[in-house]
Structure formats: C-alpha cells, structure tokens
C-alpha cells in the first residue's frame, strides 16, 4: 500500500477513534447522573435506555479495539496484509471496512467455516 493510501486510513481510523471514545465519555457521564423517578413506568423507560446504551457501547469497545489494532499495524507497516494469507487486502474491501484482518477470499472461508461448525 502506498504512503498516501496509508495516511489516508490513519487519519480515517484516527478520527473514528476519537469520535467513540467522546461517545463513550459521555455515555459514562450522563450514568453518573442519578435519576429519581416517582413513576415505575418513567423509570422502566431509563432502565431500558440505558441498558440500550450499554449494549452500544459495549459494542464500540469492540470496534475501538480493532481500532487500535489498525493502527498499530500501519505503524509496524503491515496494515492492508491479509492475517491468514498474507496478501494484500483491496482498497475497496479496507474502505467498506478499515479495521478488516482478512482479504475477501479468506474471510468468506473463514465465515463458511463458521456456519458449518456453528462457532
């Protein structure tokens, strides 16, 4: 991958970084603020926001880890390198999504796999 492609993905990650972690900031901000509801069907409704909210997050921690991988790997030069075969993974695969590990062909393996074995 050349220089410019590369500055590309990591001012791209960087940015979705730092967007997550802001939202993750302040998910934990409006938690600490305590709710009092005299009404259970008010409370019911923040009970189930929240626990909403949690799942989202829960899930961007996923992603801010993949993240990091990324950019860890442009730094050590083998961003866009296929984890399984080591060929290049194509621009238009790492533009759909950044933080891919795989080329296409052995991700579509490793997901046949999965639904044979079901894990």
Excluded at 67 to 77: F, G, H, P, V
Excluded at 88 to 99: H, M, Q, T, Y
Excluded at 103 to 108: A, D, E, F, L, S
Aim: aromatic residues 6%; hydrophobic residues 35%; proline residues 2%.
């Amino acid at each position: 991958m050349d220089k410019e492609n590369l500055e590309f993905f990591n001012n791209l990650l960087t940015q979705w970084l730092e967007e997550l972690i802001h939202h993750a900031d302040a998910t934990v901000t409006r938690m600490r603020e305590s709710e009092f509801f005299s009404d259970p069907l008010d409370r019911a409704s923040f009970d189930s926001e929240r626990s909403f909210q949690l799942r989202i997050r829960d899930r961007e921690s996923a992603l801010i880890k993949k993240i990091r991988n990324s950019l860890a790997d442009i730094e050590d030069e083998v961003y866009g390198i296929c984890k399984n075969c080591g060929e290049e993974i194509s621009l238009k695969r790492l533009e759909a999504r950044p933080v891919a590990q795989h080329c296409i062909r052995c991700k579509t393996v490793m997901e046949n796999r999965e639904r044979l074995t079901g894990t």
